[in-house]
């Protein structure tokens, strides 16, 4: 149930661009977007809805496409302060909670 | 405001020990949700509450329970513990069920 996070990890060097992908095998209506700093509670980061909306937060957008139950989280220019694993949770319809992946670990190195 | 605050945050328990985790929130949500974390495994729903006296179970309730008397308090309530509940625990609320969750700090459980 849970969906899948691919990739698992990622090493980038400060200023590259990195993309990570959530996909479900269930019919979505909203895909949420976490990052957790090791020791530390998640922190949300975006929710994209059902209708193909791209979302940003200053260099970081993500966008939903609910007929490929996708979506996908990109990370342009990348800083150190992005290191962390990354947590897509998905809202399913008929179901009152959200199903999360198993994480993408993002390292960002000088 | 506090936002979602957890208490304890470290707790060594034996093997057949019960305890209460205790979870709080002030932003007046309708929503608070408890899940669990392994490495490897994600977050995992053990109960959620869509309100003041409703709760229901999650993906891994066996072995917790839960009640919501008040709309602020969302307690954990482990029965027996085992070995295998050793876990961080989160406690989350959000407006709705729909809504951004907002994650407490997380309590870090170990059953010997």
């Known amino acids: 149930q849970q969906p899948v996070q691919s990739p698992q990890a990622v090493i980038l060097r400060e200023g590259e661009d990195a993309v990570i992908n959530c996909s479900s095998s269930?019919?979505?209506?909203?895909v949420h977007w976490y990052r957790q700093k090791h020791g530390e509670a998640p922190v949300f980061l975006m929710i994209?809805?059902?209708?193909?909306e791209q979302k940003g937060h200053e260099k970081i957008s993500a966008s939903f496409n609910e007929k490929k139950q996708q979506s996908s989280l990109y990370l342009t220019a990348s800083q150190l302060s992005y290191s962390g694993t990354y947590f897509c949770?998905?809202?399913?319809?008929?179901?009152?909670?959200?199903?999360f992946g198993t994480g993408t670990r993002l390292t960002v190195i000088p | 405001n506090a936002g979602v605050t957890q208490t304890p945050k470290f707790q060594v328990l034996k093997t057949g020990q019960s305890m209460t985790l205790q979870c709080a929130q002030d932003?007046?949500?309708?929503?608070m949700s408890w899940y669990r974390q392994d490495p490897g495994m994600g977050l995992r729903l053990i109960h959620y509450?869509?309100?003041?006296?409703?709760?229901d179970q999650g993906e891994v309730p066996n072995g917790y329970n839960v009640s919501r008397s008040t709309t602020e308090d969302f307690p954990l309530r482990l029965l027996s513990a085992a070995p295998s509940q050793t876990s961080v625990y989160f406690c989350?609320?959000?407006?709705?069920?729909?809504?951004?969750?907002?994650f407490g700090p997380g309590t870090r459980l170990t059953v010997t």
């Open positions: 989350a609320s959000s407006y709705r069920q729909k809504y951004e969750q907002y």
């Open positions: 269930k019919a979505l209506y909203s």
């Open positions: 994209l809805l059902k209708g193909g």
């Open positions: 949770g998905t809202g399913r319809t008929g179901a009152n909670n959200l199903f």
């Open positions: 932003m007046n949500h309708e929503y």
């Open positions: 509450s869509v309100g003041a006296g409703i709760t």
